[in-house]
Nanobody, 117 residues
Framework: QVQLVESGGGLVQAGGSLRLSCAAS????????MGWYRQAPGKQRELVAT???????NYADSVKGRFTVSRDNAKNTVYLQMNSLKPEDTAVYYC???????????WGQGAQVTVSS
């Protein structure tokens, strides 16, 4: 099992910035992918950004140029720097940790991000 602890959500005005963090512990593996997904009310959970242990990143088109995903392998921690936030970014953001041995990975508890107009 892997435990994930998220932090950094909150309320911000449009155009502002927030930074999310997610630390993994437990049965971690050196080969893995970490990332962020979000779910807005009434919508399905969607990919925001991922980064693998080699540093390769993947972003949803809607956040490219505004969000940056990064990681600290020594701390098993992934970050999401969110700039130029828009009201449509409002959602619960979930951290995902997927080691090589797991198909779906493990999920964090979720962090609410609310962007006011």
């Amino acid at each position: 099992q892997v435990q994930l602890v998220e932090s950094g959500g909150g309320l911000v005005q449009a155009g502002g910035s927030l930074r999310l963090s997610c630390a993994a512990s437990g049965s971690t593996a050196s080969i893995n992918s970490m990332g962020w997904y979000r779910q807005a009310p009434g919508k399905q959970r969607e990919l925001v950004a991922t980064i693998n242990s080699g540093g390769t990143t993947n972003y949803a088109d809607s956040v490219k140029g505004r969000f940056t995903v990064s990681r600290d392998n020594a701390k098993n921690t992934v970050y999401l720097q969110m700039n130029s936030l828009k009201p449509e970014d409002t959602a619960v953001y979930y951290c995902n940790y997927r080691p090589y041995y797991s198909t779906n990975g493990f999920w964090g508890q979720g962090a609410q991000v609310t962007v006011s107009s």
